[in-house]
């Protein structure tokens, strides 16, 4: 079974898009945001669940259920990702802490990029790299 060829030209053309428009909304988001009030003790904390503790995690479960070593590496890094733009819009949407999400999302997006070459460096020296 295939699409209409027109419907598939239209869906190629709108996922192309998505990666763009993912990185401008967090440009946005981390534009909006007054960086003095970023830094505090919770964000911090969200920063450390989400860029560490989840890809620990992670990994410890992937070690406990003997997952492949690249299916591993990979949702390790995966897990170590920044929080989403998206988190910002659903807060606002269901009327949650959108000022929290916003200056959450822009911490973990700045900090990750340290974060990211870290994981890496230890997928690599634990053989899942």
């Known amino acids: ?35 003095k009030t970023m830094f505090n003790r919770d964000n911090f904390y969200y920063c450390f669940i989400r860029l560490f503790l989840v890809p620990g995690l992670t990994l410890g479960m992937g070690r406990i259920f ?24 659903l807060a606002d949407k269901y009327a949650g802490d959108s000022d929290f999400a916003s200056k959450a999302t822009a911490l973990t997006t700045i900090l990750s990029m340290g974060t990211i070459p870290l994981l890496c460096v230890a997928l690599v020296k634990l053989g899942l790299g």
């Open 66 to 89: 003997h997952f492949d070593p690249l299916l591993l590496g990979v949702s390790m890094l995966m897990a170590g990702m920044p929080g989403g733009a998206t988190m910002t819009l």
């Open 1 to 35: 079974w295939k699409l209409p060829v027109i419907l598939e030209k239209a869906l190629r053309g709108a996922s192309s898009c998505t990666t763009f428009l993912s990185m401008f909304a967090t440009g946005c988001v981390i534009a909006s945001t007054d960086l």
